[in-house]
């Protein structure tokens, strides 16, 4: 497992941007397939974006595709997210994860294929 400490959310206004990262401990960070998941209050946590080992695939769920950039730096063992025209409902505590091992897809994507967690950062959004 590696150890994984999120930083960048705050409060923003509607439209507002916010960068994410997530920085990774240990030699073997490109081995991870890595994603963010964000829960807002009240709510379940859910599936944000993801990114394979190398950062050449990505995947989002729908409601971010188009304001949303996933990216990784393995050399810094960092994993990013940039967050364009937020919105009110994008409100969340946001938690990176990393995957170890998973099958079918250049990246992991369902919250069961990931083995660490990082403690999470709130992201708010004002209107």
């Known amino acids: 497992q590696v150890q994984l400490v999120e930083s960048g959310g705050g409060l923003v206004q509607v439209g507002g941007s916010l960068r994410l990262s997530c920085a990774a401990s240990?030699?073997?960070?490109?081995?991870?397939?890595m994603g963010w998941f964000r829960q807002a209050a009240g709510k379940e946590r859910e599936f944000v974006a993801a990114?394979?080992?190398?950062?050449?695939?990505?995947y989002y769920t729908d409601s971010v595709k188009g304001r949303f950039t996933i990216s990784r730096d393995n050399a810094k063992n960092t994993v990013y997210l940039e967050m364009n025209n937020l919105k009110p409902e994008d409100t969340a505590v946001y938690y990176c994860?990393?995957?170890?091992?998973?099958?079918?897809?250049?990246?992991?994507?369902?919250?069961?294929?990931?083995?660490?967690w990082g403690q999470g950062t709130q992201v708010t959004v004002s209107s």
């Open positions: 240990g030699r073997t960070f490109s081995s991870y397939g």
């Open positions: 990114i394979s080992r190398s950062g050449s695939n990505t």
């Open positions: 994860a990393a995957a170890a091992y998973w099958t079918g897809r250049p990246y992991p994507v369902q919250s069961y294929e990931f083995d660490s």
